[in-house]
């Protein structure tokens, strides 16, 4: 078991622009999240509270919306990011998915059910990051979408019939109880109360990462840089 | 009337006497014949209403009450004052009328300890006749004390023309009048088949009050502009104008136009069908609470509408009992529009934005705001984009498999992948938290043997 905070220089994870790529989607996944549950849950005490707190559904509306914009900003600035610049697309070719994940996890299964097999060697991204990304990317984009003809509602009513509209409202506040659940039920537990990162990993912040951690985490990614002498050998 | 013919009794002799040109003789027979019919026709008059044949002057009347002195005391009352103010009587739109035209059964002088009630039939007869019929004059016929009778109302000496300022009936103070016994408590102890003082008081709060204190509007209703006047009866009386069947017609006395637009609304229909719950004006608007749609109290307020619709079209028993639709008002509370206009955005549609209000028709019929070929229009009020695509699909109904296959599938498909979601996390978390643990207990073999 590797320690966290051992000895030799720490290794960059996430550049500057990672990390308020993400802040500023949390911070507006979380302003989403409470203004929409607010009007998701408007017959129930909380949902009444949320938006007497919003300033009525006028208020919260503006917020909502607001933060749907600086989300859509943050995404967009993401699509420049990983289409555009060198360390972007590194980073979203690291991001791809593939079969090897799927072995990964049921390696990891056997790993943890106590069975006699090595655990996975994980590249710069393991599956469970893989999955985080790619789950909360097409969420995202389900809601933008959604979203975007709730907002524009006059407009969508020209192009598309009342059920579909009516669906797509359904399907705006389904989707957001996915979304809530990915962030508050698996994303929260994946980095603070996993017992490798109790009580936070602290790389979203920082940045940086252990060549410990990384050994034990990414090992894959660890021998590369090692190899390219990167980083110095860690026990 | 009984007066005239006095006068002219006494009168009889002096157009005799000025007519220059006929002979003495044949002036003293026209003189004595026209005397004699008239003294004649007089007494028989006055025999037959039980009057004196000897003129009452009001002087005469006057000798005695015009003494600031004279009182009379029943026995076990406080003296009452029997003086007459002349200058009262005067300025009343009676000051033509002498004493005994209201006060009869006079036969001498002193006259007797008590006269009966002032008198008002002998002139006023339409109205008597409708006041013996009304509850009032029918709880008179039942000897109750408290029923007001014409001068309760009216005023005595100093009566004024109703529609003069000074006049107690007059339509901007009438309210006060009627309250007088009304809003009396002792009084509505006395009789439990009167109304709440609580609801004859709200009139005072609601358009119709206000714009008569307020606003001064002679016109606007008051008590009796909807109940009647001398003919006033009780709401469950059928020839009562605020009976259920009647309230329209009352209403749409002033309403015209709404009348108009109320009768074609399947309402109107269901009502004039005996449906005993189908809405009348008051059943939407309230009656003596009514107040204007702005005003946010009002029952008819943008905000109100949803639950002064749903008293019925979501009670179940109504629903039930006339085949409505179900499961209306709730459809609506949840949708973007009813969460609006319960967290207080007026403009937000609520049922009459879509469905009319007066003339609201049921969904089937062409007529209706809502009907299908309508529906762009009326969405497009709000919604300038909405077109004929936007009329496919329905709104507001209970989402189940076969009236929104969409919405349903989505749910659906949701319940399960929230619920295999959770299923799949919880499963992982614990799996790891299982190796964990393990892994732990295997790195430290010697502590305390466990597991």
């Known amino acids: 078991m590797a320690s966290r905070g051992s000895a030799g220089a720490s290794v960059q994870r996430f550049t500057l622009n990672e990390r308020v790529q993400h802040a500023l989607l949390m911070a507006s996944t979380l302003i989403l999240l409470i203004t929409g549950f607010s009007l998701l849950f408007h017959d129930v005490w909380i949902g009444r509270w949320l938006l007497w707190l919003e300033g009525g559904v006028e208020g919260r509306g503006l917020i909502h919306r607001g933060a749907a914009v600086v989300l859509m900003a943050v995404a967009a600035c993401h699509l420049v990011y990983i289409l555009l610049t060198e360390r972007g697309h590194g980073q979203f070719m690291h991001m791809r998915p593939c079969v090897q994940d799927v072995r990964d996890l049921l390696q990891m299964v056997r790993v943890n059910l106590g069975q006699p097999v090595e655990r996975p060697a994980f590249n710069r991204y393991d599956y469970r990051q893989k999955f985080q990304y790619w789950a909360l990317a097409i969420a995202g984009a389900t809601m933008v979408l959604s979203g975007l003809a709730l907002w524009f509602a006059t407009e969508a009513m020209a192009v598309m019939p009342k059920w579909m509209f009516d669906l797509l409202a359904v399907l705006h506040g389904r989707e957001s109880i996915v979304i809530f659940l990915l962030l508050f039920l698996w994303h929260l537990y994946d980095v603070h109360l996993r017992p490798e990162v109790f009580p936070m990993d602290w790389s979203w912040i920082t940045g940086r990462i252990s060549p410990s951690d990384l050994k034990a985490r990414h090992r894959a990614e660890y021998e590369r840089l090692r190899r390219a002498g990167s980083i110095d050998a860690v026990e | ?451």
Request: net charge positive.
């Open chain 2, 1 to 451: 009337m009984m007066h005239h013919t006095r006068r002219m009794a006494v009168g009889g002799p002096v157009p005799a006497r000025g007519v220059r040109q006929a002979s003495r003789a044949a002036r003293l027979v026209l003189g004595f014949g026209c005397f004699l019919i008239f003294t004649l026709w007089g007494s028989a008059m006055g025999a037959a209403t039980g009057r004196p044949s000897a003129q009452l002057t009001d002087a005469e009347c006057l000798r005695c009450h015009g003494d600031l002195a004279l009182t009379k005391a029943q026995p076990g009352e406080r003296a009452r004052t029997m003086y007459v103010d002349r200058a009262i009587l005067t300025q009343s739109r009676h000051a033509k009328v002498p004493c005994t035209g209201c006060h009869t059964g006079i036969s001498r002088l002193p006259h007797e300890p008590t006269l009966g009630r002032a008198e008002c039939v002998s002139c006023h007869q339409r109205e008597a006749t409708a006041y013996a019929d009304s509850i009032h004059g029918r709880g008179l016929a039942k000897k109750d004390a408290d029923v007001p009778t014409c001068p309760r109302c009216h005023g005595g000496h100093n009566i004024a023309a109703v529609k003069e300022p000074t006049s107690r009936v007059q339509p901007l103070h009438l309210a006060k009048i009627c309250m007088e016994c009304h809003a009396d408590s002792r009084i509505t102890a006395r009789h439990p088949e009167m109304p709440s003082v609580l609801v004859i008081r709200a009139y005072g709060d609601s358009v119709h009050g206000q714009a008569v204190t307020k606003k001064g509007l002679s016109v606007a209703p008051t008590c009796t502009g909807c109940h009647g006047t001398h003919d006033l009866k009780p709401a469950d009386d059928p020839a009562s104008p605020v009976n259920r069947a009647n309230v329209a017609e009352t209403c749409g006395g002033c309403h015209q136009g709404i009348l108009t637009d109320y009768r074609q609304s399947i309402h109107a229909e269901a009502l004039a069908r005996g449906v005993k719950e189908a809405p009348t004006c008051t059943g939407c608007h309230g009656e003596h609470t009514i107040a204007a749609p702005s005003d946010p109290a009002s029952r008819v307020a943008p905000r109100n509408i949803p639950k002064t619709c749903g008293s019925c079209h979501a009670a179940e028993r109504i629903v039930r009992a006339y085949g409505l639709a179900t499961k209306r008002g709730e459809t609506y509370a949840d949708s973007f529009h009813g969460i609006a206009s319960k967290f207080g955005n007026p403009e937000a549609a609520n049922c009459a934005s879509c469905h009319g209000f007066h003339d609201v028709r049921p969904s089937s019929d062409p007529r209706s705001r809502v009907a299908k070929a309508n529906l762009p229009a009326t969405c497009g009020k709000c919604h300038p984009g909405a077109g004929a695509m936007f009329a496919e699909g329905r709104v507001h109904i209970e989402k189940t498999k076969e009236s929104a296959p969409g919405v349903f599938f989505v749910r659906t498909f949701y319940t399960w992948f929230i619920g295999t979601l959770m299923v799949c996390f919880l499963g992982y978390m614990a799996v790891e938290v299982y190796g964990y643990r393990r892994r732990r207990r295997q790195a430290r073999p010697n502590r305390g043997g466990r597991g």
